[in-house]
Nanobody, 114 residues
Framework: QLQLVESGGGLVQAGGSLRLSCAASGIIFSINTMAWYRQAPGKQRELVAR???????NYADSVKGRFTISRDNAKNTVYLQMNSLKPEDTAVYYCNTNQPVVVWGHGTPVTVSS
């Protein structure tokens, strides 16, 4: 069974922080590229951050310098540390991998109030 389960979303004021977690099962986690996406109401789903098996990272310009993606292979978990949150960060955040097939979590909502 391939499964990604997100947690850690919630309501936070602008300028605050949250840490999202994504627990993976059914994959060889240590060799997988993992990613976080988000989708706001009425908007396209967009890539937020990605981390490879060699711990290379990349970020959307809109979150660069504020968000940090990391992974703990011993725990089969990928994280997204979100700092200096803005109202425009409000979205449902999804964990993703495309190895061995495309797998999505069900999402965790993040709401940032002004």
């Amino acid at each position: 069974q391939l499964q990604l389960v997100e947690s850690g979303g919630g309501l936070v004021q602008a300028g605050g922080s949250l840490r999202l977690s994504c627990a993976a099962s059914g994959i060889i986690f240590s060799i997988n590229t993992m990613a976080w996406y988000r989708q706001a109401p009425g908007k396209q789903r967009e890539l937020v951050a990605r981390i490879t098996s060699s711990f290379r990272t990349n970020y959307a310009d809109s979150v660069k310098g504020r968000f940090t993606i990391s992974r703990d292979n011993a725990k089969n978990t990928v994280y997204l540390q979100m700092n200096s949150l803005k109202p425009e960060d409000t979205a449902v955040y999804y964990c993703n991998t495309n190895q061995p097939v495309v797998v999505w979590g069900h999402g965790t909502p993040v709401t940032v109030s002004s």
